[in-house]
């Protein structure tokens, strides 16, 4: 009896502990969502007030009227959906030759692949860029969308999924004569429902932030993305918090929704990689 | 016509797997694999992006590189940044200890955890700037509501290091968060239960048998985590401290190949932190036998 109030209260603190961390992490989201309708002096008070005194749209009018925004989210909603896209048809295709294929040179293929995500990007991104310049691709829409077209590590992932679906099925549908295309599609993928909404979504999330390549790849207005004019806000308005804070916003809270939504496919996605 | 699709059959057989793993092999070569190759050769020249002329010049970029002190202290920034890791790890596993309970709303804390982690770095570092804000800005008025002494967080060159580690703790935690749950719930309760009857305190039983068993979480986020460090980028081109104090490694080859167009020069400098790189992760790999296949 003593025992289980004991382990009451103990539930009761723990639970308050894990309030009071929530704050701390929800924290800036809160603050960033209520700043974005602030006035600019609004953050020059010598103690910060949470709410806005009024909730104004200036802000976000300025941002897409002076700043041309929208025009940088359709670039980030075109360079996403063409990497997600991409990244499904290179992972699945190869996830399954990897898995239910014995052929020539496959385990040099997968070592091949399995390697090239050890290797960091600070090692390839100057020799990336030499041969994007010498193919002309710097500063156009498909030199920002090839180097980020897959994932290497999604790809391993696959084929672990893969191994999994008994070699049985794909034996008998084969005896029946069923092509190797229509085994993938009527087999393999209906059976992989899971792997592809862990990689799509995770490949939705690095695309829509991605930074480092943009930033080198981009010089031009008209292919910025979200990121980078965030970046280019930073340097440029250093004192426009405001601007800033609705910025921040636009970036983060479609984002924040996505995950919010799909949420339950990030932890999966930790559990599929087996990683522990 | 029975004979003539078995032999096109077979054919096929041996063809579909190059067609299914064709576009990845591509891929992978063409974007890792060939700059990968060319990054020695490359360090080794004098390249700049304003001029298609390249002139081979040996070693010069690694002699000059041995006496460039602006190299080596951002080397010494980056060493700095190595505090992260324990802090990132120790808030992570402390976070999974709380949410291993039969708590209400653990599923609900687990999300907003791991919020931070999937949001853009550039836009958390724009709202983290002014959080550091000295006069007006968040954390200071916050501090002197506690009667604290003030900082001057990223824009004071003693204390900008802290500050982009504590912005990137509050961003990465959730990552390893998420993998220590996965580890705990490997260790299992029936352990700790035979600990308990054996009269263990819970320190005791978090110490001597939790805590060991969560070693491959342990190996697996210490080597990323390092990883992570040496490619320090983003929070720093963002949340810059004056004096150069916040200037990483990658930060520096950014400034000197991109913006002082010196891409031999930075190519070197990358080389030889890809080569640190792969010596820290082979010495973990050997220490921790970690299998990736």
Known sequence: MANTTKKKTGHIVLFIVLCLLSVIIAFPFIWMVLSSFKKSEEFYYLV?????????????????????????????IIVTTFQVLTNLVIVLLSGYGFAHYNFKGKSFFFILILSSTMIPWVATIIPLYILANNLHLIDTMAGLMIPGMANAFNIFLAR??????????????????????????????????????????????????AFQWPLLCVNSERLRTIPLAIAKLSSQYYDSYNLKMAAATLAIIPVLIIYVIFQKNFVEGISLSGVK | ?????LRKGINWMKVAPYFFIA??????????????????????????????????????????????????????????????????????????????????????????FYAPVITSTVAAAILFEWFFQPTYGLFNAILKFFHLPVSGWIYDAKSAVGSVIFFKVWKGFGACMLIYLAGLQDVGGEIKEASYVDGA???????????????????????????????????????????????????????????????????????????????????QQRASKLDLT
Request: proline share 5%.
């Open chain 1, 160 to 209: 672990n999924f893969m191994t999994s679906i008994p070699t049985a099925y794909i034996e008998s549908a084969r005896l029946e004569g069923a092509s190797e295309k229509r085994i993938f599609a009527s087999i393999i993928l209906p059976s992989v429902k899971p792997l592809i909404s862990v990689i799509t979504i995770q490949k939705m999330i690095d695309s829509w932030n």
């Open chain 1, 48 to 76: 910060p007030k949470l709410l806005p005194e009024s909730f104004m749209l200036d802000n976000f009018k300025e941002l897409i009227g002076k700043w041309n925004f929208l025009s940088y989210y359709k670039n980030s």
């Open chain 2, 201 to 283: 305190s819970s320190w005791q039983s978090f110490w001597h048998i939790t805590f060991p068993l969560l070693k491959p979480s342990h190996t697996y986020l210490l080597l990323t985590n390092i990883i992570g460090v040496f490619m320090i980028f983003q929070e720093t081109y963002m949340l810059e401290g004056p004096l150069n104090s916040t200037r990483t490694v990658v930060n520096y080859i950014y400034e000197k190949g991109f913006e002082s167009f010196k891409m031999g020069y930075a190519s070197a400098m990358s080389f030889v932190l890809f080569l640190i790189i792969m010596v820290v992760t082979i010495i």
């Open chain 2, 1 to 5: 016509m029975k004979n003539k699709s």
């Open chain 2, 23 to 112: 576009p990845a092999v591509i891929y992978i070569i063409c974007v890792t694999i060939i700059p990968m190759i060319m990054a020695l050769p490359i360090s080794f020249t004098n390249w700049s992006a304003l001029s298609p002329r390249k002139k081979f010049v040996g070693l010069a970029n690694y002699k000059t590189l041995i006496h460039d002190k602006d190299f080596w202290s951002s080397m010494l920034v980056m060493a700095k940044f190595f505090i992260y890791v324990p802090l990132v790890m120790a808030a992570g596993l402390g976070a999974a200890l709380l949410l291993n309970t039969k708590t209400p709303g653990t599923k609900f804390f687990r999300v907003l």
